[in-house]
């Protein structure tokens, strides 16, 4: 179980990117994140993993606190966070294999990873995740030489490689063509529910979020303005968080003032 | 169509110019002006003695004359020099390219802490200060003549010059990749050798066989002041008037920079 409480991310002396947000996420369902550009899903994401330092608050994932971890407890909280990214970033000048192992940096030493020498267990676990997403005929590819789907499978597969408790997925389709960014919402989808693992997707497209996902959470300036069902997310919940958005340059200084909002 | 043709002709002759590089026209010419009174100012008050160059002519002369045809006659002391620059060349190659990526990590700023940065910038600094002739009078006073000298200058040349393309190389890495190696918990060091390391790689063979090249050509210079190799052959021969000799030498040298320039230029193009 993830819980966040009172999530605050400030960069420098601007106004802050998340103000007090407060989220649970249980079980293994998942969870789409839904806002416009700035809105502070984003830094969210990353602020469960560390890649950004959260200012102030709690993240307890499974009860262990995640906030103010340093050094290898931190590396070890890591390695039970799998992340996806919209850029993929795939090692490229490496075969999809090492890329697929490298979710396992966290769990062998240096002298294995700086020799490939993986235990069989790994190995193993790759290439049955690697059937699983259909990529195991590529193990031996280099990694820049894949579709953009399919480098999207080497790293979902990368993550799950992690063995993790909770995967994150920052925009996972925003790169990607509507087709293949259908099936990889649908993998991550079946691969939640098949190894009962929560997945917390930020994600552009409402209507694939609708679609794929069993919470929307909708967030606006920093704060959460929508937790509900896919059902429940309706043309007011859309106006609400997207509607008359100015751009993130303009309002980043100022306060947002609501009847601007309302007007638009 | 070719209505809208005519249209967009009827508003020709709005004149356009490429804007100036530099906008401000008092720094445009003032610029010009005194680059020109510089060149004056230098040619006027550098003494050219017309006459020493006109006699310097025939013995440049006489000095062609005699180098031709070139003499391979010494083949062994050609063979025993050159084998000996390869030998300088290649292992301050090695030791060079070993060593400067350390540096190279430690003075990229984004991935080493400000101490560290500022002493791998002045490592890269100092190692690229002299010229390799300098450093190498320096080496042959501390270890004596011979090849020795020239791996330590050679090394040093390398190091300045890989570690500081390869640290710049570093800065501007895809950074995705890197965090993607933190989000799986690695630490420095893995992050070093699967975030970073694939990512210069290229950069660092094209520089490696580049730098094989440079202290190939540099290899000939530093014997010249003791440093061991061609350039103490090279030496030789002009001190004993061998100038078809001293021609045979520098034919070879000329050779085998052509050779190492054109395998160089094939594997970097290999790697990508």
Sequence with gaps: MLEITNLVKRYGQNEPVLKGLNLKVKGSSVVSI?????????????????LVEPTSGSIKLNDHELVNLRGSELRHARRRIGMVFQGFNLIDRL????????GRLGYVSFFQALTRRFPQSDIDRAFSLMERVGIAHYADKRADQLSGGERQRVAVVRALMQEPEILLADEPTASLDPKTSQQIMSLLQSLASEMSLPVLINIHNVTQARMYTDRIVGMRHGQMIFDGEP??????????????IESPEEDAGEPASPTEEASA | MTSGRTASDAKSGRVWKKPPFIANPWIRYGLAVIVLAYLYWAFSTLPFDWQRIAEGLPRAGKIFGGAFPPSFERAELLWTGFKESFQIAFLATLLGVLLSVPIAVMAARNVAPLPVYLLGRTLIIVSRSFHPVIVAILFVAAVGFGPMAGILTLTLYSIGFVAKLLAEEIEEIDWGQVEAMRSVGAGYMKILVYGVFPQIMPRQIGLSMYQLDSNLRASAVVGIVGAGGIGGTLMNAFGRYDYDFAFAILLMIIAIILVSEGLSGWVRKKVW
Aim: with cysteine; proline share 0%; net charge neutral.
């Design chain 1, 231 to 244: 059902k429940d997310f309706n043309q007011d919940a859309l106006d609400a968080i997207y509607g008359g």
């Design chain 1, 34 to 50: 839904v806002g416009a550009s700035g809105a502070g899903k984003s830094t969210l994401l990353r602020c469960i993993n560390r």
């Design chain 1, 95 to 102: 075969t999809v294999m090492e890329n697929v192992l490298s």
